[in-house]
């Protein structure tokens, strides 16, 4: 008895409500994540491995994993460099504006995506502000897998920009200083001491841009046509499906994107860890 | 190589971090920017640098700094040859030890780049000489605080500077360490010869290390000189102050009467107890609180005139001797006190309760006769 309640005692963490907040963590992701997973991979159970083949892998549904993961992941690397150029304007430079400038980057947060989408769509057009200067050059964006990838690139900016620039704001000016003392040029600094301590941000922001840009539907519908084969995105071949009441036929597609973009997000995670266990090797 | 700086002049918006400040470092000197915080001593240090850039004046030639004798204060700091550490050092932590420490050879341009096998003779030979030896592999964050500010000195010197500058470089370590790195910085000047300068504001740090200690105080220099003398012969009530424990006593009251005096100070161990309050020269005082450390006792008394709290130092047989006891009653004698007026000083050893005067500032000195 008396042993007992001293071993309880020893085992008690310092920091009170483990098993409660643990509990409610476990309890919130299954209720919120989990369960709409499981019901999905559930959906299709009721098919046939040729049914969920010809659901998933005919030409037209390949074109559109290749629209949506291609584009994403060209949207996703766009973003890093301008990302991270974007979010050292923000912390290094002192102008007028530059709160105005910050707020300007969560826009495409905000902005209902369908919006985002029409408002791409108006000024790439062939008439549009940017559009009509393009047009004489050859360079078709909207309707076109350009256009795919110019709705991806805007919704996914803020991300790179948002997990880049805490992590600058609290680089020590310090390091710079020493490798400038040290004889470093401008560009050495960048390359060697600025862009590492940058580099899980970097990854992070990517990931996530890439993840929400995989996801996208609102603002792409609008400036890709969405001509089978060519410019149409895996989402949207879900809605379709769920127009023709296909509920397996989508949730079948939406698990090989679960998968998809699982497996490439993990992938991230662990040449993230990989990178830094190298660094410390 | 010697170190001059001109008239250096440096605002941050309407704050004045140095006003009109003039300094000279002899060849191979260890050199002590000592002062509290703000008194301009770092931003004095990171111009000499090259991190941070006096203000430009009318006078062409306020404002300058140069390196034996050639003005380099147009020179951006990479191009100076100074090594700088500081005081959080500042190490890439991303990078090996090892890395770290090449790091200033690898970005040379490559026809002036030492090959790799020399980098790595260089490195290994810095490591050893900051005795990290088998540490090169490791990564910053795993090294203690003193380790990490030894690599930073490694670094630093990797590339040959003609001038070391280190800003507090012990300020972040905890006491015991921070001792140990202190002499072994000494033993490494001694080896080395680079002209060094380092800010700090901890006065034992400074005259224990520095050959040269510049006290500063609100964006000025309030004295240059060896510590000894420095300690010694304080310029000023700041000097005094601030370098080692003082008693500052009103002056003009009672027996400490000095013409056109109105502060005094005594060092602890300039002042004598004997008990009794029947001595003629003597200051009659209480005893407050007696605690004794190591070879010294430390005696708090409050004077019974003005009821001024000060402290003596007695060595410990004397202390033995007296049997003093909280409250007692006794006579107080300085060796050697420092007066100041507002503005000037006065310097005097006292004998037979005479003030001899050995040192006067711009006030005409009076008031020697007077009984202390």
Known sequence: MNSSSAQRRSSRRVLPGFGLSLGFTLAYLGIIILLPLVATFAKTAGMTWAEFWTAVASPRVIASYEITFGASLLAALFNVPCGVLLAWVLVRYEFPGRRLVDALVDLPFALPTAVAGIALTAIYAKNGWIGHCLEPLGIKVAYTPVGVWVALTFIGLPFVVRTVQPILEELEPELEEAAATLGATRAQTFRRVILPALRPAVVTGFALAFARAVGEYGSVVFISGNRPMHTEITPLLIITKLDQYDYQGATALAVVMLVGSFAILFLIQLMQRQGTRRARA | ?372
């Open chain 2, 1 to 372: 190589m010697s170190i001059e700086a001109r008239n250096i002049s440096k605002h941050f918006g309407s704050y004045t971090a140095l006003g009109g400040v003039s300094l000279k470092v002899e060849t191979g000197r260890l050199t002590a920017l000592l002062g509290p915080s703000g008194s301009g001593k770092t931003t004095l240090l990171r111009i000499i640098a090259g991190l941070e850039f006096p203000d430009v004046t009318a006078d062409p030639t306020a404002g300058r700094v140069l390196f034996h004798g050639a003005d380099v204060s147009d020179m951006p700091a990479g191009q100076r040859g100074v090594g700088f550490v500081f005081q959080h050092y500042a190490l890439f932590k991303h990078m090996t030890v090892f890395d770290n420490i090449a790091f200033g050879l690898t970005v040379r341009p490559r026809k002036t780049r030492p090959s790799r096998p020399e980098i790595a003779d260089r490195v290994n030979e810095l490591l050893r000489l900051v005795q990290l030896d088998n540490l090169g592999g490791r990564m910053p964050d795993q090294l203690s605080g003193g380790q990490r500010q030894r690599v930073a000195l490694a670094r630093a010197l990797a590339m040959q500077p003609k001038v070391l500058l280190l800003d507090e470089p012990f300020g972040a370590l905890d006491a015991q360490v921070r001792k140990e790195l202190r002499r072994w910085l000494r033993q490494l000047h001694e080896q080395l010869h680079v002209t060094t300068v380092f800010v700090t504001h901890d006065q034992e740090e400074a005259l224990e290390l520095a050959d040269e200690v510049v006290v500063m105080n609100q964006a000025k220099i309030e004295q240059v000189g060896q510590p000894q003398e420095v300690y010694d012969r304080p310029a000023s009530p700041f000097v005094i102050e601030f370098l080692g424990n003082v008693n500052r006593l009103a002056a003009g009251e009672s027996r400490l009467r000095t013409p056109g005096k109105d502060v005094l100070y005594v060092r602890p161990h300039d002042v004598d107890i004997q008990h009794g309050s029947a001595i003629r020269h003597g200051l009659a005082a209480r005893v407050l609180h007696i605690f004794s450390a190591g070879n010294y006792g430390r005696v708090t008394l409050a004077r019974a005139d003005t009821g001024e709290h000060f402290e003596a130092e007695v060595a410990r047989d004397r202390l033995r001797d007296l049997q003093l006891k909280q409250g007692d009653d006794v006579s107080v004698m300085f060796r050697h006190v420092r007066l100041f007026p507002r503005g000037e000083f006065t310097e005097a050893d006292v004998r037979d309760g005479k003030l001899t005067e050995t040192k006067a500032g711009a006030v005409p000195a009076h008031g020697a006769g007077e009984h202390i």
